[in-house]
C-alpha cells in the first residue's frame, strides 16, 4: 500500500503533462500560419490600344475580259495565274468570218467611190452645156424649155453627187466597223495584273457576255474590314479624302496586316477611304485600304486581320488579367496592405492589353494585387505575398 502511495503523485504529473502538451497541439491547429499568394504591382505608363479586325483581300482593280464580238475560240495565249500586262493579247477568235465582210465591205467602198465619179462627170458635163445654152437662149436662138430641161438636169446631177458621196462615208464607216470587229478578234487584257484561270475551252462559241477569264491588279492590292462605329470615330480625324497617291495617303493611320498563317505583313498599308455608311444591322463601317504587294504574294479572296492604334491612355493604370475576377457584373481585385492583410476592392475596368487589363477606378498606383490564390483569401485575412512567379508582360 505504500508503494502504491508513492507512484500516484508521479501518475498525477504525468497526466497533467499529457494533458498540457494536447492543448499546445490544439491551439496550433486553430491558427494556421498565413497562406501563400502571389502579389504583382499596380504600374502606370503610357499604353496604346490596338483594334484588330477581321479582314478580306481583293483586287485593286478586278477586270472581266469579255470578248466584244461573236466567234469560235481557235486559241488561249497566256499561262493561267500569270503576270498580264494592259493590252496583251489572251484570247484569239476566228478571223476569217469578219474578215470576210472586212473585204467586202471595202469592195463596197470602192463600188460607192466609182459612183461619186460618175456623179462628178455628169454635173461637170450639164454645167458645160447649161453654160453653152445660156447665152443661146437669151439671143433666142434656142428655146428657153431646152435650157430650163439643162438647167434641172445640173440640179439632179448636183443631188447625185450629193448621195454618192454619202453612200462614200456609209461605207468608209461599215470599213471602219469591219476592222474593229476584226481587231476585236483578239481579246486583250484592260489592266495590268494577275490573270485567272480561262472559264472556257478552246472550240467553244463564244459572245459579248462570255466571261473568258479575269485579271486583277494586285499591287497595290485592296484589303477590306468592317470596324465598329465607336472605332470609327476614333480614326475619323485621321482619315482623308484628299486624292494623292494611294500607298502615301493617310500616313497618320500606318495599318498592319497577320496573314491566316499567323505571320505579319512586312509592308505597312494605309486607309483609302471609308464607306458611305454605317450598317445599321451591325453597327460597323467597311474601311477600305491599300497595301503594297510588290511580290504579289496577296492574292484577292485571301483573309487575315488588320491591327491599328486607335487612341492612347496616359498614365493608364495596369493589372494582370488574372488578378480581376467577376461577380454578378462587377470586377473584384483583392489588394495586400503594408500589415500583409487583404482587402477586396470594387474596380471598374477598361481595355484589355495583351494579357494586361487597364483599371479606370478603384486602384492606385503601387498597390499590390493578388494575382494567385485570389479565390482563397477573404477581407482582413493576413496573407504571406510573394513576387510573381511569371513576370508580367508589357502591354503591346
Not at 56 to 61: M, N, P, Q, S
Not at 94 to 107: E, H, S, T, Y
Not at 220 to 233: A, R, S
Request: aromatic fraction near 6%.
Amino acid at each position: 500500500m505504500t508503494r502504491w502511495r508513492s507512484f500516484i503523485p508521479a501518475l498525477i504529473s504525468l497526466a497533467l503533462y499529457g494533458c498540457s502538451v494536447n492543448g499546445s497541439s490544439s491551439s496550433k491547429a486553430q491558427k494556421p500560419p498565413p497562406m501563400d499568394v502571389e502579389v504583382a504591382t499596380v504600374s502606370q505608363q503610357d499604353v496604346p490600344v490596338y483594334g484588330n479586325w477581321v479582314a478580306t483581300l481583293d483586287g485593286y482593280v478586278n477586270a472581266n475580259i469579255q470578248p466584244q464580238v461573236s466567234g469560235y475560240l481557235i486559241r488561249q495565249n497566256y499561262l493561267e495565274g500569270s503576270y498580264v500586262h494592259k493590252d496583251d493579247t489572251l484570247f484569239e477568235i476566228d478571223p476569217r468570218p469578219f474578215q470576210a465582210i472586212l473585204d467586202q465591205a471595202k469592195g463596197q467602198l470602192a463600188q460607192a467611190k466609182g459612183q461619186v465619179g460618175q456623179a462628178e462627170a455628169q454635173l461637170r458635163l450639164t454645167a458645160i452645156n447649161v453654160a453653152r445654152d445660156r447665152p443661146l437662149a437669151a439671143a433666142r436662138a434656142i428655146a428657153q424649155s431646152q435650157l430650163d430641161t439643162e438647167t434641172q438636169g445640173q440640179a439632179q446631177a448636183e443631188a447625185t453627187l450629193k448621195s454618192a458621196q454619202a453612200a462614200v462615208q456609209a461605207q468608209e464607216a461599215n470599213v471602219e466597223t469591219a476592222e474593229l470587229n476584226l481587231g476585236f478578234t483578239h481579246v486583250r487584257s484592260l489592266v495590268d495584273g494577275i490573270a485567272g484561270i480561262a472559264t472556257t475551252q478552246i472550240g467553244n462559241l463564244v459572245g459579248p457576255s462570255t466571261i473568258l477569264t479575269s485579271v486583277s491588279q494586285v499591287n497595290p492590292i485592296k484589303v477590306y474590314f468592317p470596324i465598329p462605329e465607336q472605332e470609327y470615330l476614333l480614326l475619323a480625324g485621321r482619315i482623308s479624302s484628299k486624292n494623292v497617291d494611294l500607298l502615301r495617303r493617310n500616313s497618320s493611320v500606318p495599318l498592319q496586316l497577320t496573314l491566316s498563317n499567323g505571320n505579319t505583313y512586312p509592308h505597312e498599308g494605309r486607309v483609302i477611304f471609308a464607306d458611305r455608311q454605317v450598317d445599321p444591322q451591325t453597327g460597323t463601317i467597311r474601311m477600305v485600304a491599300a497595301f503594297p504587294n510588290p511580290g504579289n504574294i496577296l492574292r484577292p479572296g485571301q483573309f487575315g486581320r488588320v491591327r491599328a492604334l486607335t487612341a492612347m491612355h496616359r498614365n493608364a493604370l495596369l493589372v494582370p488579367q488574372r488578378a480581376v475576377s467577376q461577380l454578378q457584373g462587377r470586377y473584384l481585385v483583392a489588394t495586400v496592405d503594408q500589415s500583409n492583410k487583404v482587402a477586396t476592392h470594387n474596380v471598374e475596368m477598361g481595355d484589355r492589353i495583351g494579357e494586361m487589363w487597364v483599371v479606370n477606378s478603384g486602384l492606385n498606383p503601387g498597390d499590390r494585387v493578388v494575382t494567385e490564390g485570389v479565390n482563397k483569401v477573404r477581407d482582413g485575412a493576413v496573407v504571406n505575398p510573394k513576387p510573381e512567379t511569371k513576370p508580367s508582360p508589357e502591354p503591346r
